[in-house]
């Protein structure tokens, strides 16, 4: 069996995915400035599928223990596979990606943690950071 350079399992693809994010905190900056210096080759949708090119790349082998696929926990799962693999690359046109769906992205992850915490027993707290 092919081992996938991204990483396999649940939380494993969770986490490697939601390290991404500081990734998009550092390039923002950079970001902006292609973004005004060259508005005709660089968009903010642009920006947004470059980054969840890269990001969902672990959302493919995400994987759902079979006794959670048909709970909540399954469903934002595959929320999240399907929300990440369509901005960065589904390759639609029609679709304008903005940082909003980064945002909802993240949000859903932390979601999906949190979940998993309850189902284990635990009283999780997000904290400050």
């Not at 923002?28 to 292609?34: C, G, V």
Request: hydrophobic letters at 35%; glycine letters at 8%; a negative charge.
């Amino acid at each position: 069996m092919e081992e996938s350079e991204f990483g396999k399992g649940l939380v494993i693809c969770l986490v490697k995915f939601a390290e991404h994010r500081h990734r998009w905190l550092s390039d923002k900056s950079l970001n902006e400035e292609m973004r005004l210096k060259h508005p005709e080759l660089f968009s903010e949708d642009d920006a947004v599928e470059m980054h969840f090119n890269g990001a969902s790349d672990h959302l493919y082998d995400i994987e759902v223990p079979t006794k959670w696929k048909n709970t909540k926990i399954g469903k934002k799962v595959g929320e999240l596979r399907s929300h990440g693999l369509k901005m960065g690359h589904s390759f639609d046109r029609t679709i304008t990606r903005t940082e909003a769906d980064i945002g909802k992205a993240y949000d859903m992850c932390q979601e999906i943690a949190i979940l998993i915490d309850k189902e284990l027993g635990l009283e999780p707290q997000i904290g400050q950071w």
